[in-house]
């Protein structure tokens, strides 16, 4: 009998494998992921059935929002839930809305974050880069030099401003591949840091 996750069933159509038909290194992977977050995050098993862009997301994911950067872990997280509010991504929302709970210690910034952010009392330089990631969902086409400006003069560098841009741009990618493949998040984090 194969091992089906629990994960499987929140990703209608994707062709999922059962863990023990992974090759060696997803299933390394994903044992991790079950150490350190109790769970596989349903983003990660819908591209568990080619291990290329499963390493190519991941990969692409712990640079941005683990690698070096000007930005903290809860700015990058904090894009990440703004980008999805714009696009109304339920599986990122959930997700990332759990992690700026978690990361910031605040229940009601996360949930602020998630509906409307700027209702939450931030910083100039945190509402600047946010305005920044809002703009480039929304309107990508009316960045002008003048917004990159008013980052600078936020105080971001030009590599803040590009690692804005590039978790912005990413979550736009995941925020539409979670719409076409209908992806459901990870029960979870619905109570995660509440």
Request: proline share 4%; aromatic share 8%.
């Amino acid at each position: 009998m194969s091992h089906q996750p629990k994960y499987v069933h929140a990703l209608k159509g994707v062709p999922v494998p059962a863990r023990e038909e992974l090759d060696a290194g997803t299933q390394k992977y994903f044992a991790l992921c079950d150490e350190k977050l109790g769970m596989v995050p349903n983003v990660l098993a819908s591209y568990s059935f080619d291990a290329v862009k499963l390493r190519a997301f991941s990969d692409m994911y712990g640079d941005l929002m683990l690698g070096n950067s000007g930005l903290s872990k809860l700015e990058r997280e904090m894009i990440a839930v703004v980008v999805s509010s714009v696009n109304h991504c339920y599986y990122c929302l959930t997700a990332h809305g759990a992690a700026v709970r978690e990361l910031s210690g605040d229940p009601i910034l996360g949930e602020l974050m998630v509906m409307n952010y700027r209702a939450a009392e931030l910083p100039a330089n945190q509402r600047a880069m946010l305005d920044f990631a809002y703009k480039l969902t929304k309107t990508p086409n009316e960045i002008e030099e003048s917004d990159r400006q008013a980052l600078r003069d936020a105080g971001w560098t030009d590599r803040d401003i590009w690692d804005i841009s590039a978790t912005a741009a990413f979550f736009n990618m995941s925020n539409r591949m979670s719409a076409a493949i209908d992806m459901m998040p990870n029960e979870e984090y619905h109570a995660q840091a509440r």
